[in-house]
């Protein structure tokens, strides 16, 4: 973590002590959050992580930033603070209130909390290993990025202490969901096919400009239930998140994937366009 953090719109010093137990979204898990990517100073899909996040946050009843340029616009003065031009952002909104253990002297209703890090470097050839019932699609909460994360923590903890890199988590019908903080893909021929919402995986950033905004020629992007053994007679498998881009995978347990990665360095290639032209407009529009 860099040394600055922006909490409630202010730059502070991350040894700080600025938070409460009496926050009632601290002990509960009960807020909302997001990873971005800055890229040559800019948040990278701004607009689609701050809508995911307004999404979740009415699901769980979270009192949420109604202006995201206003909020955009404190999170780019954290980057400029730490220098953190090209990083990883991660944003909390935090609830405050409500509940019987609420502080006695909790002057908001939530909290926002923001802080950068170095861009992590991912090592291509990711490993996994499967959990199974780790996402029930059915649940009303399925898919909400929500602060209580250590279910995920303790799965990706208990597959990398066993020499994976990651966890591919199965639904409730024994298909392939997502893994602990990644949306997956397969490749099969020139079909892309990554599993449904309706199996419990996030609707992903990264995941959601693959099927809505790129469009390679021959290649199709598409949403369909994988069933885990569809996956050793797939020609490559991927993970994407909004800092991993699309990572190779070459292992699912014991069995190795084929890794034939042509079809994916086009669509890497498509959505590097997509990020620089993002990053070109957003960087003329602020000097205008």
């Known amino acids: 973590m860099h040394r600055f953090l922006l909490h409630n719109g202010e730059i502070r010093d991350t040894s700080e002590n600025l938070v409460s137990p009496g926050q009632v979204g601290l ?21 689609r992580h701050f809508a ?32 953190a031009h090209n990083s990883t952002l991660r944003v909390a909104v935090i609830r405050n209130r409500g509940g019987m253990f609420e502080g006695p002297a909790i002057a908001r209703d939530y909290d926002i909390v923001a802080f950068t890090k ?11 290993m499967t959990i199974a019932q780790a996402r029930h699609g059915d649940s009303p909460f399925s898919g909400a990025k929500i602060l209580s994360w250590s279910m995920n923590l303790t799965m990706l903890e208990e597959a990398q202490s066993k020499g994976f890199d990651e966890a591919l988590l199965l639904d409730h019908k024994g298909c392939v969901s997502e893994c602990t903080s990644a949306n997956v893909f397969l ?15 996030l609707p992903g950033v990264t995941r959601a400009i693959l099927l809505e905004e790129i469009t390679v020629p021959g290649i199709q992007v598409v949403e369909e239930e994988i069933e885990l053994g569809r996956i050793g007679k797939a020609d490559d498998v991927f993970i994407t998140s909004s800092t ?12 190795t994937v084929a890794g034939n990665a042509g079809v994916r360095a086009s669509l890497l290639q498509a959505f590097h366009l ?12 602020a000097s205008q």
């Open 27 to 47: 002990l509960n898990g009960w807020g909302v959050f997001s990873t971005l990517r800055v890229q040559d100073g800019v948040l990278f899909a701004w607009e």
């Open 52 to 83: 995911r996040m307004r999404k979740d946050a009415e699901l769980m009843h979270i009192p949420f930033p109604t202006d995201a340029d206003a909020m955009e616009r404190q999170l780019l003065r954290l980057v400029e603070a730490n220098q």
């Open 118 to 128: 170095d861009l992590a470097n991912w090592t291509q050839g990711v490993r996994l």
């Open 187 to 201: 490749v099969e021929g020139t079909k892309v096919v990554t599993p449904p919402l309706s199996s419990g995986c």
């Open 244 to 255: 991993r881009d699309l990572l190779g995978v070459s292992a699912i347990d014991q069995m």
């Open 274 to 285: 997509v990020l620089h032209q993002y990053v070109s407009q957003r960087r003329a529009t």
